[in-house]
């Protein structure tokens, strides 16, 4: 059995971005799933500071691990299919989560909740095969 500290460097660093990585957009989904929940309600905790910031500081940190893979594997959007793709679902992910949050009537953010979840489907599953489905 191989002790930590007998991985190589470069792996070990890949695992720690890998696993922050997976952390964070866990949690920025949880947000978005909560803030949604919230908005539907209309709940006044939508104006809490926690809620106006918290987001914001969790997605900078995921692109930033979003960075970090990238520079670690060498791979990147425009470069490689799959990132490419996984890249142009972030964009229609944060757009669709966006009206999901602020759409004028509860039936658009309900559309477009469940439109941002298909795309974060197809990010993991890019991301886990690293086959791009739409430009493949």
Do not use: C, N
Not at 33 to 38: G, K, M, N, T, W
Not at 53 to 75: E, Y
Not at 83 to 110: C, D, S, W
């Amino acid at each position: 059995m191989r002790l930590l500290s007998q991985v190589p460097e470069h792996i070990a660093m890949y695992m720690a971005l890998k696993h922050t990585h997976l952390l964070l957009a866990a949690l920025s989904v949880s947000l978005l799933f909560i803030r949604f929940v919230l908005s539907m309600r209309d709940s006044a905790l939508l104006q809490k500071k926690l809620f106006k910031v918290l987001p914001h500081v969790i997605d900078t940190l995921l692109l930033l691990s979003a960075a970090g893979l990238m520079l670690t594997i060498q791979q990147y959007p425009f470069v490689t299919p799959w990132l490419t793709e996984k890249f142009l679902g972030l964009l229609a992910y944060i757009a669709l989560g966006v009206m999901a949050l602020k759409g004028r009537t509860k039936a658009l953010r309900v559309f477009a909740f469940f439109g941002a979840l298909g795309w974060l489907a197809l990010m993991v599953r890019v991301a886990i095969t690293k086959t791009p489905v739409l430009f493949g």
